[in-house]
């Protein structure tokens, strides 16, 4: 059965969760079906579709990538995302810039809204907040197909790319043959799916023996995951993204072994600031990498002032919000080196 089968089945079980406070570190209000469900997108709305920062180039690539944003929703009452509410919408759009801009001037980014999670019950979203989690799912489902139908067409092959919640969703819908990963002619549209800052592990290729984990930096239709962490002992058992016995694939290598990469291979990292995001601050050199454990851990950080603790989720030393940004140039000169192995070797 597939993913769309199964959400529908799991949507009837809501009403099982009516007046239960769900979330980690602190709950939130009793969930109530009527009031904390906002109605699903209309894909053929185009306001249900993220807007692109007016610096991205409006050229048309050769390569489509279909881009599922991280959590931006982290208030006290809310469960899901309102796509109408500007303020998260707004937070959405910046994952495009500091995020998905890895892939401007070189594939054409198409980014839905989705009804997501509160970042509080992402730690329960495929257990006890399973059914809550599925409405978003229903949201990526609907949107890939919108996407396929009405603006890739079959015309170009396709980058999968998410981060945190985003990836997890992913992943799952992957797990599950939803996303091109259905059957191998579907998937032979897949450049490459960066599901960064979430895990994949021997049991989800179990369970879908397509998907597979990069272990070179021109392999394609492959799913490329890590979560950078710092040096500091124990600090990948307090990353809530990792998940034991995942793969990692190192940014500054692209393998999945144990070798140092040191900072000098990392071309540069990108940390963008609001007051000005067309112009990030650079720093080449940033850090070096290598795969320990279930983790990415980074040493040699040339400017620590950069990787700062925000979140409670992410204690210091987790440097989950800086997945990308750490290795910025070395992710947008891999998404090339991919889609031009793609199209050498298709």
Same mark, same amino acid.
Not at 15 to 40: I, Q, S, W
Not at 144 to 162: C, D, Q, S, T, V
């Given at each position: 059965?597939?993913?769309?089968?199964?959400?529908?089945?799991?949507? %009837?079980?809501?009403?099982?969760?009516?007046?239960?406070?769900?979330?980690?570190?602190?709950?939130?209000?009793?969930?109530?079906?009527?009031?904390?469900?906002?109605?699903?997108?209309?894909?053929?709305?185009?306001?249900?579709?993220?807007?692109?920062?007016?610096?991205?180039?409006?050229?048309?690539?050769?390569?489509?990538?279909?881009?599922?944003?991280?959590?931006?929703?982290?208030?006290?009452?809310?469960?899901?995302?309102?796509?109408?509410?500007?303020?998260?919408?707004?937070?959405?759009?910046?994952?495009?810039?500091?995020?998905?801009?890895?892939?401007?001037?070189?594939?054409?980014?198409?980014?839905?809204?989705?009804?997501?999670?509160?970042?509080?019950?992402?730690?329960?979203?495929?257990?006890?907040?399973?059914?809550?989690?599925?409405?978003?799912?229903?949201?990526?489902?609907?949107?890939?197909?919108?996407?396929?139908?009405?603006?890739?067409?079959?015309?170009?092959?396709?980058?999968?790319?998410?981060?945190?919640?985003? %990836?997890?969703?992913?992943?799952?819908?992957?797990?599950?043959?939803?996303?091109?990963?259905?059957?191998?002619?579907?998937?032979?549209?897949?450049?490459?799916?960066?599901?960064?800052?979430?895990?994949?592990?021997?049991?989800?290729?179990?369970?879908?023996?397509?998907?597979?984990?990069?272990? %070179?930096?021109?392999?394609?239709?492959?799913?490329?995951?890590?979560?950078?962490?710092?040096?500091?002992?124990?600090?990948?058992?307090?990353?809530?993204?990792?998940?034991?016995?995942?793969?990692?694939?190192?940014?500054?290598?692209?393998?999945?072994?144990?070798?140092?990469?040191?900072? %000098?291979?990392?071309?540069?990292?990108?940390?963008?600031?609001?007051?000005?995001?067309?112009?990030?601050?650079?720093?080449?050199?940033?850090?070096?990498?290598?795969?320990?454990?279930?983790?990415?851990?980074?040493?040699?950080?040339?400017?620590?002032?950069?990787?700062?603790?925000?979140?409670?989720?992410?204690?210091?030393?987790?440097?989950?919000?800086?997945?990308?940004?750490?290795?910025?140039?070395?992710?947008?000169?891999?998404?090339?080196?991919?889609?031009?192995?793609?199209?050498?070797?298709?």
């Amino acid at each position: 059965m597939t993913q769309t089968g199964r959400t529908d089945e799991r949507t %009837s079980s809501l009403e099982d969760l009516r007046g239960k406070e769900l979330g980690v570190p602190v709950t939130l209000p009793p969930f109530d079906p009527g009031r904390d469900v906002p109605d699903a997108p209309d894909y053929a709305d185009p306001e249900s579709w993220l807007s692109l920062p007016a610096h991205f180039t409006t050229e048309n690539q050769p390569v489509d990538v279909f881009w599922v944003y991280p959590t931006v929703l982290s208030d006290e009452s809310t469960y899901l995302m309102d796509i109408r509410d500007p303020r998260l919408r707004e937070k959405a759009e910046w994952t495009i810039v500091e995020q998905a801009s890895i892939f401007d001037g070189q594939a054409n980014i198409y980014a839905p809204y989705y009804r997501q999670n509160n970042v509080k019950i992402n730690p329960l979203m495929l257990t006890d907040a399973r059914p809550i989690f599925d409405l978003g799912q229903r949201d990526i489902v609907a949107a890939f197909a919108y996407f396929m139908e009405h603006f890739n067409k079959g015309e170009r092959p396709i980058i999968l790319a998410a981060h945190s919640q985003g %990836s997890v969703r992913v992943v799952e819908l992957s797990k599950d043959g939803e996303l091109l990963t259905g059957d191998p002619a579907a998937l032979e549209k897949l450049v490459a799916a960066y599901v960064i800052g979430y895990s994949i592990t021997p049991a989800d290729l179990e369970k879908n023996p397509l998907i597979k984990v990069g272990t %070179s930096a021109t392999e394609t239709g492959c799913f490329i995951t890590y979560n950078t962490v710092s040096d500091e002992e124990g600090k990948e058992t307090e990353a809530p993204t990792v998940i034991p016995g995942t793969f990692v694939v190192n940014p500054l290598t692209w393998r999945t072994d144990t070798a140092f990469a040191p900072a %000098s291979a990392n071309l540069g990292a990108a940390f963008f600031r609001h007051e000005d995001p067309e112009h990030p601050v650079r720093h080449p050199h940033f850090a070096a990498a290598q795969v320990k454990g279930n983790a990415l851990v980074v040493t040699d950080v040339s400017h620590p002032e950069e990787l700062p603790a925000t979140s409670v989720t992410f204690p210091p030393g987790v440097y989950h919000m800086y997945d990308y940004a750490i290795f910025y140039e070395n992710l947008r000169e891999n998404v090339k080196d991919r889609i031009r192995s793609y199209f050498s070797t298709g």
